[in-house]
């Protein structure tokens, strides 16, 4: 990063969902049918990445965003049916080097396009899952999701927005700078909705603006002991779930092949993280989501 370029709160905004190249979770190409899983892309992003200060997203990212999978549906969202609301969720992606990517995401259905329904032939006025995402290297998970969900309202909004909706995201993107840690706050604003973006102090505990109650809501009470003297501890912790509704609430990483004796697909599950180690000092936790 250039030393007169000031490092910015926000990284990128990604769109993904299905590619114009569409296959299952299994590797099979074309549309298979409604009630199939099919594999996420990236769709587009801001800036891109020959533009920006930043290294690229991760390549993973729409794997990460969209853990189960995109599937087509029918019909979009229905104000009578839960199973259609938008879901908002954060995520946390290790690299490498042992630095966190940071991702507020929300997602929904959305109508597929006529290119993609007339190329593979799928029923007119599909609708399928779809992403957006903030992407930060700052642990401010709360204004990443308020920063996201007033650009999704104004995306579906009736009376639209006083300038096109690509214009409101480049100036955000472009323009809202990280906080120093500990000292000043930054106001910022999209469209009418003004919010604030502060950075703890790089001493003390680390920082994290989220609720963690719909996962001790998953755990009963010896594994929530469990939980309890692992935090303590600072011992990793994994969740190990067979349901697959637990990809709605979760990030997900696959099984390594010292668990492929238990014979079933399932999940290993980081609190709203993907990491790329594992280490003999993570306790597992099993839950059941009610």
């Known amino acids: 990063m250039a030393a007169s370029s000031p490092a910015k709160i926000f990284e990128y905004f990604v769109v993904c969902g299905i590619g114009p190249e569409i296959a299952t979770l299994e590797g099979n190409k074309g549309f298979q049918g409604m009630e199939v899983m099919y594999m996420p892309s990236l769709l587009d992003q801001y800036p891109p990445s020959n533009q920006s200060l930043y290294p ?31 879901r908002s969720y954060p995520i946390v992606l290790t690299e490498g080097d042992g630095s966190k990517i940071y991702v507020a995401c929300i997602a929904f259905r959305d109508l597929v396009c006529d290119d993609i329904i007339e190329a593979y032939k799928i029923p007119a006025n599909s609708f399928a899952d779809k992403c957006i995402c903030l992407v930060s290297r700052s642990p401010s998970f709360q204004v990443l999701k308020d920063a996201l969900e007033e650009l999704f309202i104004l995306c579906f909004s009736p009376a639209g927005c006083s300038k096109p909706l690509w214009d409101v995201i480049a100036d955000m993107v472009s323009n809202v700078p990280l906080p120093t840690p500990g000292k000043d706050r930054v106001l910022f604003a999209i469209e009418n909705c003004l919010l604030c973006a502060e950075t703890p102090p790089k001493e003390g505990l680390p920082h994290a603006d989220i609720s963690f109650q719909p996962l001790v809501q998953c755990l009963d009470v010896d594994n929530l002991i469990q939980f309890f003297t692992a935090v303590l501890l600072e011992r990793r912790i994994l969740l190990r779930a067979n349901n697959q509704r637990c990809k709605c609430l979760f990030c997900l990483k696959g099984l390594e092949d010292s668990d492929e004796q238990d014979h079933v697909e399932d999940v290993e599950i980081s609190l709203n993280a993907i990491t790329d180690t594992r280490s003999p000092q993570t306790m597992r936790i099993h839950g059941k989501m009610q």
Do not use: H, K
């Not at 990460?64 to 259609?84: K, Q, R």
């Open 56 to 86: 690229p997203p991760p390549p993973q990212l729409p794997t990460c965003v969209l853990p189960a999978g995109v599937e087509f549906y029918t019909s979009g969202f229905n104000s009578d049916d839960v199973a259609t609301y938008p």
